[in-house]
């Protein structure tokens, strides 16, 4: 504990985030105007295939940085794995974000440098560092090297279907984005969680 806050966003970790911030918001705008080609944002069309495809890149590299973080910082299964406390938890904590929240209640998770997340976050987290990211990046690569993967690309059924993976998780992570901004407002002020990715402290 510290008289900033309670300590909870490691350095190496709060670096991850907003440069995974930068990269998405990216990605998510490049990716919009290639799937709907009447949408234009960018006018040079070669620019927007050009950082599509290399922000993919950066994005796996800060994947890699993000495991190597929790490596180096420790914690994932601390902040990420569900245990059966975690599970026991999800009704109150549910009833809290659909009812208790809008009536002034207090949320019944606390966070702390043993746990940063409530069950419902470990949840969200986990689906889209474990399941969604490595998806998004692996079909991404791919797709952006169609020859050098052609023999891949056949055996998984197709152009058209490692189209349709990657444009669902690419849907999946838009979803993620604007719940994670809501999210992100519900902290003691609007600006509290925000603050608390520059800082590494939240306000008690």
Excluded: C
Excluded at 106 to 133: C, D, G, H, T
Aim: hydrophobic share 55%; net charge neutral; no cysteine.
């Amino acid at each position: 504990m510290t008289n900033n806050g309670v300590p909870l966003h490691p350095l190496l970790i709060r670096i991850w985030h907003w440069a995974n911030a930068l990269l998405i918001f990216i990605l998510v705008v490049t990716g919009a105007q290639l799937r709907f080609t009447d949408l234009v944002i960018i006018p040079d069309y070669g620019l927007v295939v050009a950082l599509h495809k290399y922000a993919g890149y950066v994005l796996t590299v800060f994947f890699l940085f993000w495991m190597a973080a929790y490596v180096i910082a420790g914690g994932f299964t601390t902040h990420y794995v569900i245990t059966l406390k975690d599970i026991r938890s999800i009704p109150g904590q549910l009833a809290y974000y659909i009812h208790g929240l809008f009536q002034g209640s207090a949320n019944p998770f606390v966070p702390s440098p043993e746990s940063r997340f409530n069950a419902l976050q470990k949840l969200a987290y986990s689906f889209i560092m474990i399941i969604a990211m490595p998806l998004i990046i692996v079909t991404g690569i791919v797709f952006g090297n169609i020859m050098d993967f052609y023999g891949i690309i056949r055996a998984t059924g197709g152009i058209r279907v490692l189209d349709a993976i990657h444009v669902i998780v690419g849907y999946i992570f838009l979803i993620y984005l604007i719940v994670h901004l809501y999210m992100a407002t519900l902290g003691k002020t609007p600006f509290s969680h925000t603050k608390a990715m520059f800082t590494g402290h939240e306000e008690e």
